[in-house]
């Protein structure tokens, strides 16, 4: 892609000190975008990309932390481009084990929080502005024990149709990207737990036969691949593409 293309952008990414976020961001960074990236704890990461890059604490499930997040944004470099909402975690537990606590949590970071992130961001975005949500493919599909992410997720892909449709006429494009498992710290503290698919057992075995069985192209996506798509959709070249909950899944889900 044209280095020009985003090289003046400023770009938002919660939940972009780790993993998937982390990866986002550094693809963001690389193309000369300004990336202003949030967490609730800095671990460095923002300061070792360099001086386009800044940090700030944020919690996702709190609207007033993201009215901030997109304010800081233009006190910084006077505008506000792309907002990706990629704050979010994922936990297997079954019907009788889930709780109001459980559901509360899970719901409020990865719904709540992208439905606030997807606010402040329309707030401040004049046209020509983008935001990508980071949802999965349990929007789409249910699994097992899975019942509370899977509902936060299709809720994510439900805002980015309805966001689409709603901030169109206002020239933002709102698109979610869905990627299937992807190899990263959170993913491995998941399946640890008894309750997940892996039950606990080892985590590269699991991946690499759930890849072999599943995978169109036997193998699943890198944290840089889904990075990529993100990048993609905030640039001028997708320009008509809105609305879209696009997988990333290595033909898991083909549709």
């Known amino acids: 892609m044209n280095r020009k293309l985003v090289n003046k952008h400023t770009v938002i990414v919660t939940g972009g000190t780790m993993g998937i976020g ?8 690389e193309r000369g975008a300004h990336v202003l990236i949030a967490s609730r704890h800095d671990n460095g990461f923002a300061e070792s990309l360099g001086e386009r890059a800044r940090f700030q604490q944020a919690d996702v499930k709190e609207q007033s932390h993201h009215q ?9 470099t006077g505008r506000l481009d792309v907002y990706v909402n990629c704050a979010g975690y994922s936990e297997w537990r079954p019907i009788g084990k889930v709780d109001e606590d459980f559901w509360n949590d899970m719901i409020d970071t990865n719904l709540k929080g992208t439905f606030w992130g997807c606010k402040a961001a329309a ?3 004049k046209s020509g502005g ?5 949802s999965s493919l349990a929007g789409k599909r249910g699994s097992a024990n899975n019942s509370v992410y899977c509902a ?6 439900g805002l ?10 206002k020239g933002i494009r709102v698109n979610a990207v869905c990627p299937v498992y992807v190899s990263t710290d959170g993913l491995h503290k998941a399946l640890v737990d008894e309750e997940s698919p892996s039950q606990g057992e080892d985590i590269a075995c699991f991946l ?28 001028a070249e997708a320009s008509a593409i809105t609305g879209q909950c696009v997988n990333v899944d290595c033909g898991v889900l083909p549709q």
Not at 130 to 134: E, F, G, L, S, Y
């Open 208 to 235: 690499n036969d759930f890849a072999d069985e599943n995978s169109a192209l036997c193998r699943i996506p890198s944290a840089e691949e889904v990075a990529q798509l993100c990048v993609f959709l905030a640039s």
């Open 68 to 76: 901030t997040l997109a304010q800081t944004a233009l006190d910084w």
């Open 22 to 29: 982390a990866a986002i961001s550094r693809a963001f960074y």
């Open 160 to 169: 980015t149709q309805a966001l689409a449709k709603e901030l169109g006429p």
């Open 123 to 125: 707030e401040q975005m």
């Open 152 to 157: 936060s997720k299709f809720g994510v892909n």
């Open 130 to 134: 983008c935001i990508v949500n980071v």
